[in-house]
């Protein structure tokens, strides 16, 4: 029943930023936790941010300063800003929704994100 819709990615030059959307259906959107993933060629699917429904937000490390993660209950929709990309961010990136206790998480279809130096 949940879907979720990603859009924003691109090629961009490094340096340059764009912002991902990832738009949240048949979901009670704001008890849970969103998250974005992302996944480079021959490499493991790393977590990038978390906006959890108390408004708590985390990132990592290669990417503190630079994105930030946004959610708007109201449109059901979780974002992701990213700025001054870096060719290493280049990889398909894919939002997460987690209910909370049960943990049960459903996934995005992943949007690509390339970034040129």
């Known amino acids: 029943q949940v879907q979720l819709v990603e859009s924003g990615g691109g090629l961009v030059q490094a340096g340059g930023s764009l912002r991902l959307s990832c738009v949240a259906s048949?979901?009670?959107?704001?008890?849970?936790?969103m998250r974005w993933y992302r996944q480079a060629p021959g490499k493991q699917r790393e977590l990038v941010a978390t906006?959890?429904?108390?408004?708590?937000?985390n990132y990592a490390d290669s990417v503190k300063e630079r994105f930030t993660i946004s959610r708007d209950n109201a449109k059901t929709t979780v974002y992701l800003q990213m700025n001054s990309l870096k060719p290493e961010d280049t990889a398909v990136y894919y939002c997460?929704?987690?209910?909370?206790?049960?943990?049960?998480?459903?996934w995005g279809q992943g949007t690509q994100v390339t970034v040129s130096s």
């Open positions: 048949g979901s009670i959107f704001s008890i849970a936790t």
């Open positions: 997460n929704l987690a209910y909370p206790v049960t943990q049960r998480n459903y």
């Open positions: 906006a959890t429904s108390g408004g708590t937000t």
